[in-house]
Nanobody
Framework: VQLQAYGGGWVQAGGSLRLSCAAS????????MGWFRQAPGKEREFVAA??????NYADSVKGRFTIARDNSKNTAYLQMNSLKPEDTAVYYC??????????????????WGSGTQVTVSS
């Protein structure tokens, strides 16, 4: 399975970005998809995850970020609104075959994309 994340960039605080994660080599509808991020000097942290149409979010992004997926395009998305400087990080998409409940634990994901940089300036 290959995952490729893209769509990062530079944006001013309060702005928006949409990240995409294209998957290949797996039945996409059977992939539990997640987004994680890692800021300089910090550990990787959970951002959002989706199974079917149900999304789950870290408290730090709830109400600002929306995770979605289009199974016909084998792609997951992360719409990020009201961005803050503390959202600056490398964002990674991740996948795991089938449903599981510990969707916020990065070590339980099977597949990882290469990451895309998001920089939010104040």
């Amino acid at each position: 399975v290959q995952l490729q994340a893209y769509g990062g960039g530079w944006v001013q605080a309060g702005g928006s970005l949409r990240l995409s994660c294209a998957a290949s080599g797996h039945t996409f509808s059977n992939l539990f998809m997640g987004w994680f991020r890692q800021a300089p000097g910090k550990e990787r942290e959970f951002v959002a995850a989706i199974w079917g149409a149900t999304g789950n979010y870290a408290d730090s992004v709830k109400g600002r970020f929306t995770i979605a997926r289009d199974n016909s395009k084998n792609t997951a998305y992360l719409q990020m609104n009201s961005l803050k400087p503390e959202d600056t990080a490398v964002y990674y998409c991740a996948g795991r075959s089938g449903y599981f409940s510990s969707w916020n634990i990065d070590s339980l994901y099977h597949y990882w994309g290469s990451g895309t940089q998001v920089t939010v300036s104040s």
